[in-house]
């Protein structure tokens, strides 16, 4: 058989139309062979006048290739047909044939990982979508670029009207297309939802029932929801079944990668940074940074106390902030943020942490880019830029709120960093066998004064006891040799 399209046989000519047809909401999904079909064939030279027919064979193929994950050629498929957005040569075209093959181009961009694209091809299928089914297709694709790129008050919008669609057809749950109920789990993780999160997974399994690609998405929108729960055993288990299962093979590259860096995040979480760094160090960012896998790779150097390091690996993020997704740019602007601050450049920390904040305040707000950042570091940031930006005042409060949740535990490594100087000295002494009035007389304060400072050093660890501190601790100042180490910490009120 022919694999151009245009050439080709009568039974492939067969297959565009079904495809075509199922592409539109209402007719059923299109079935996965023929998919498999359209994304090994050429949809040939873009044609010197448009047709109908010649737009059903380019949206089939892009689409195809985006559900079949045939993302090899990249963009060149779309810039063999479109430029700037538009198409290269005059139409003919329907106003619905238009419309759905800006739709296919729309998810083509975002699954090859160019989503502020995706997003404007969508919206050009918007433009000429004439009945509620046309406006539906176009808004699945619109609200998962939107969500990517972080422009979350757009992308709620595009979810409203595609769900109010839905309802006013009778509530289908198979016109729920995967791009916008993947669209909904990232819209969904902006408010740290995890109970959200598990619903917005099982609609997609009752959407798509059958369907491994949607079925692996699933999965990867639980591994995010047990993270966010902290139910790391969970996600620990649910990611290796994915990554390593034969469901991976019928898996798309963008929700694969979403997973390579949750799985990460669940390693950092149970202090399995050398794994995470492996699971990493085996990933490819793609050009566009949908998925950072440099972003990820800083939450585990910031978990290391390797500042420096982190700044070094993300300078290339923040230099081409025009072909950086802004959905991975944020926390990247956040982790620097606190690497600034722990090498003592508070301008640059306070700087980095304002650019943060005024990409969540202009895109929507999420609470996100405070994932994995110790509370102590995060509450200082935020205490920085409130001295400046009073106008930030209300996202800042919404960060605070979400703190708890978000925040890392304390390493020894952030420990380190959080202690004033002499909370550091004071911790050479919590290390030892002395209590908390003898350490009171060593050091000629008040007992009150001890107990207040030592307070300050539980509140930045997160800790509320002395032997759940000790391991933070030890280490931080210099060995006390007059003094021996504790062993165990006495019973005492005061301790």
Do not use: N
């Given at each position: 058989m022919d694999g151009s399209v245009g050439n080709g046989s009568s039974a492939l000519r067969a297959v565009v139309a079904q495809v075509a047809v199922r592409l539109t909401p209402g007719h059923g999904q299109p079935l996965a062979r023929h998919l498999s079909l359209l994304s090994e064939a050429d949809p040939g030279p873009a044609p010197a006048v448009w047709t109908d027919a010649d737009a059903a064979r380019v949206s089939t193929v892009l689409a195809a290739r985006a559900r079949q994950d045939a993302l090899d050629d990249g963009m060149a498929p779309l810039t063999r047909y479109f430029v700037e957005?538009?198409?290269r040569h005059p139409s003919a075209l329907s106003a619905g044939a238009r419309a759905g093959l800006f739709a296919s181009a729309a998810e083509y961009a975002t699954a090859v990982g160019w989503p502020r694209i995706g997003a404007q091809y969508a919206s050009e299928a918007l433009l000429f979508a004439e009945s509620p089914a046309e406006r539906l297709r176009a808004l699945g694709p619109l609200t998962l670029a939107l969500a990517l790129n972080a422009e979350f008050t757009a992308a709620r919008a595009a979810h409203a009207e595609a769900r109010?669609?839905?309802?006013?057809r009778g509530g289908d749950p198979a016109e729920l297309s995967h791009d916008l109920l993947l669209g909904q789990a990232m819209l969904v993780v902006t408010g740290a939802d995890s109970v959200a999160l598990d619903q917005t997974a099982d609609e997609l399994d009752a959407a798509q029932p059958g369907d491994p690609s949607a079925s692996f998405t699933a999965g990867m929108i639980r591994v995010t929801a047990a993270f966010i729960a902290r139910d790391l055993t969970r996600g620990r288990a649910l990611s290796q079944h994915l990554l390593h299962g034969s469901a991976r093979g019928r898996s798309r590259r963008l929700v694969r990668d979403l997973l390579t860096g949750a799985y990460?995040?669940?390693?950092?979480?149970?202090?399995?940074?050398?794994?995470a760094?492996?699971?990493?160090?085996?990933?490819?960012?793609?050009?566009?940074?949908?998925?950072?896998?440099?972003?990820?790779r800083a939450a585990?150097?910031?978990?290391?106390?390797?500042?420096?390091?982190?700044?070094?690996?993300?300078?290339?993020?923040v230099t081409l902030p025009e072909e950086h997704c802004l959905g991975s740019l944020t926390p990247v602007l956040t982790r620097r943020a606190v690497a600034f601050l722990r090498i003592g450049e508070e301008q640059r920390a306070a700087t980095s942490m304002e650019s943060a904040l005024l990409l969540v305040a202009r895109t929507g707000g999420s609470v996100m880019p405070l994932l994995m950042i110790p509370r102590v570091e995060a509450e200082r940031l935020l205490d920085l830029v409130a001295r400046t930006r009073t106008d930030f005042a209300d996202t800042i409060e919404e960060m605070r709120h979400f703190l708890p949740m978000l925040a890392s535990k304390a390493t020894a490594a952030t420990a380190a960093a959080a202690l004033t100087p002499t909370e550091r000295e004071l911790a050479g002494l919590l290390v030892t066998e002395l209590d908390l009035a003898e350490i009171a007389r060593r050091r000629h304060v008040s007992v009150n004064t001890v107990k207040t400072q030592v307070r300050s050093i539980y509140t930045k660890l997160g800790v509320s006891r002395r032997s759940d501190a000790l391991p933070l601790l030890t280490g931080l100042a210099p060995a006390r040799p007059d003094i021996a180490p504790v062993t165990p910490i006495r019973s005492s009120s005061a301790s």
């Open positions: 957005g538009r198409l109010r669609i839905v309802d006013e990460s995040g669940v390693l950092a979480l149970l202090d399995e940074t050398a794994e760094h492996r699971v990493l160090d085996a990933a490819v960012t793609q050009p566009g940074h949908t998925v950072c896998f440099a972003m990820y585990l150097l910031l978990q290391e106390g390797r500042d420096r390091e982190l700044i070094a690996s993300t300078d290339a993020c």
